[in-house]
């Protein structure tokens, strides 16, 4: 099993293409090409932890999440409530996670599709992960930060060891 990283994918939001500068046409081509990226990388037993923004209405999130691989957990972003509605109606296999932050102590990680100038663990150089889509919180060394928008990645979930390992290498040249 590996774990894996992303956030912003906004499935089914047509908006998105032109807000991120996307290269699609249509928002079904989008959505294609985001389902086809993520099951290059993710299996079946896989976990990926979504970090905000995935879908734009019910109708597609329930479509995409029969296309994708991996077990998917998420935390809320600004673009939700779709994702949100479906879970109520029990007929989604999302697992949500409620805390606007999610620590994970065993990995010295901090979850958050808001960026952080403080969180958890900070002062012993955890890293913190988030999901917001803003070039201004691109990922950075030098503030323990990695961002995991879809579209600084080529659309894809990054494998956690992956990113973490490279955050890693990146530290240790300075």
């Given at each position: 099993?590996?774990?894996?990283?992303?956030?912003?994918?906004?499935?089914?939001?047509?908006?998105?293409?032109?807000?991120?500068?996307?290269?699609?046409?249509?928002?079904?081509?989008?959505?294609?090409?985001?389902?086809?990226?993520?099951?290059?990388?993710?299996?079946?037993?896989?976990?990926?932890?979504?970090?905000?923004?995935?879908?734009?209405?019910?109708?597609?999130?329930?479509?995409?999440?029969?296309?994708?691989?991996?077990?998917?957990?998420?935390?809320?972003?600004?673009?939700?409530?779709?994702v949100l509605d479906l879970i109520g109606?029990?007929?989604?296999?999302?697992?949500?996670?409620?805390?606007?932050?999610?620590?994970?102590?065993?990995?010295?990680?901090?979850?958050?599709?808001?960026?952080?100038?403080?969180?958890?663990?900070?002062?012993?150089?955890?890293?913190?992960?988030?999901?917001?889509?803003?070039?201004?919180?691109?990922?950075?060394?030098?503030?323990?930060?990695?961002?995991?928008?879809?579209?600084?990645?080529?659309?894809?979930?990054?494998?956690?060891?992956?990113?973490?390992?490279?955050?890693?290498?990146?530290?240790?040249?300075?």
């Amino acid at each position: 099993m590996n774990v894996f990283l992303t956030s912003n994918q906004q499935f089914g939001r047509k908006g998105a293409i032109k807000a991120y500068g996307r290269p699609f046409e249509s928002v079904d081509e989008m959505n294609q090409h985001l389902i086809s990226q993520w099951n290059s990388v993710v299996s079946e037993g896989d976990v990926v932890f979504v970090l905000g923004n995935f879908a734009w209405d019910p109708e597609t999130a329930e479509y995409v999440l029969n296309q994708l691989k991996g077990e998917i957990c998420m935390m809320e972003g600004e673009w939700d409530q779709a994702v949100l509605d479906l879970i109520g109606t029990g007929n989604t296999q999302i697992d949500l996670i409620e805390e606007a932050i999610h620590v994970i102590p065993d990995a010295s990680l901090c979850l958050s599709y808001w960026p952080l100038h403080e969180w958890p663990g900070k002062k012993k150089d955890w890293a913190t992960i988030i999901g917001y889509p803003s070039k201004k919180y691109k990922t950075s060394h030098i503030e323990n930060r990695l961002n995991v928008s879809c579209d600084f990645w080529d659309f894809k979930p990054i494998k956690a060891k992956s990113i973490l390992g490279l955050f890693e290498d990146l530290k240790s040249s300075n």
